[in-house]
Structures are given as C-alpha cells and as structure tokens.
C-alpha cells in the first residue's frame, strides 16, 4: 500500500529528475513560504517545483507566450513579458527572491536588468554558462570559430546569446555594481556544484557554468 508521504516523495523525485541542475541549486537557495519572481520561466518547472514542496509564492514573466501557455496549464501565475523593457514597472522590494536562470546572456542590457532584480528583490539569484570555461577555450583556440555546447548549441548568426560572460566578469560586475555576493557555485560538465569563495582561477577554468545568490 502507497501511503501519502511516499506518494509526495514519489512525485517530488519525478519533478526533480525533470528540472535542470542549476533550477535545483536555485530552488535549494529558496526559503519556503517566500515571495519570488521567476525572470523568463520557460515551462515554469521551478515554479511548479517551489509552489508544490516550498509553498513559495511565485509569479512568473516569460517572453515566448507558449512558455507562457504551458505555465498557465500548469496553475501557474505567469504573465508574457520581456525583462529587458517590463522589469522597470514592477515596484522596490515586491519579493523575497528575483530569478534569472540561463538568461542574462541573452538579455539586450544585462547590467540593467541585474539592477532591477535587485531593486525589487530582496535576493537575486542568478545562473549563467561560464564562457571561459576550458573547453570553449580550445575548441575556439583550435576551431578558430565561435564555439557551441549543450548549453549553447546556436550557431554564431541565429544565437540568442548576446552577452557572454566568464565567472570572473561576473563578479567584477556585482562589485562594480555595489552587490554581495552571499552563495556562488560553478558547476562542471557532469553536473557536480562546487562553492567558488576564493578560487575564481579554478572556476573559471572548470567550472561550465554557474549559481550566484545574491543580496544588497
């Protein structure tokens, strides 16, 4: 016999193994029962995920209106936006948490939309491919042409990534901007995170992408 709590684990797994790893940091980095806006949702899965096992209050902003439509079958609170012109009408501390999960480097003015998820959340919490990561590095020293991976799969002329950056750029721009960097985690090729701290050398170089938590 199924009781509930193994019907609850049952289906927390199943949501998990559904949710890309840095949506998996990114919700361990959440408190439950908080208020928090999910910048460019796709199909809402960490939403989902936070309503269903954090009872975090979440809303939701996403470009593409079928990302739009899937959230919204899921009972989700999401409305069609783009982050780069809407973030600016959303008012000073609405929520605990702002996301932006593996899409600042498409963003048109990534330096504006971090200052707005700060100024109307009280964490910003911020994932990104690592473009100095060591791999990238030789396939454009020896390929000669701008590299693809799984996580950027584009060709140079059709890719939506405008605004690449390395962990180290990262940072020096969260400095620049007068932000505290409480958690930062960089994540290899298999998907194992390690804390960055100190060892900016070490991340930047193995480190294929990163989760950075952050706070006025």
């Not at 796709?42 to 939701?60: I, N, S």
């Not at 069609?80 to 948490?97: C, I, N, V």
Request: glycine residues 10%; neutral net charge.
């Amino acid at each position: 016999m199924t009781t509930p709590g193994h019907e609850r684990a049952g289906v927390q797994t199943n949501i998990t193994r559904a949710m890309r790893i840095d949506l998996q940091l990114i919700a361990d980095m959440i408190e439950p029962r908080a208020r928090a806006l999910d910048v460019g949702c796709g199909d809402g899965a960490l939403l989902e995920y936070l309503a269903t096992f954090k009872q975090v209050d979440g809303r939701g902003i996403e470009l593409s209106m079928s990302g739009v439509n899937v959230c919204i079958s899921r009972g989700l609170s999401v409305i069609q936006g783009d982050a780069d012109t809407d973030l600016k009408d959303y008012p000073d501390d609405a929520f605990d948490f702002v996301i932006l999960s593996n899409t600042l480097q498409a963003m048109v003015a990534p330096r504006d939309v971090l200052g707005h998820m700060m100024r109307i959340g009280r964490h910003a919490i911020v994932s990104f491919p690592n473009f100095a990561y060591w791999r990238i590095r030789l396939d454009f020293l020896f390929g000669g042409r701008m590299p693809k991976s799984d996580l950027m799969p584009h060709e140079w002329y059709d890719t939506p990534n405008i605004h690449l950056c390395s962990i180290r750029d990262f940072t020096a721009l969260c400095g620049k901007m007068g932000f505290r960097v409480e958690r930062s985690l960089s994540l290899d090729s298999s998907g194992r995170a390690r804390g960055i701290g100190a060892g900016f050398f070490t991340a930047n170089l193995f480190g294929e992408q990163a989760v950075f938590l952050l706070t006025k």
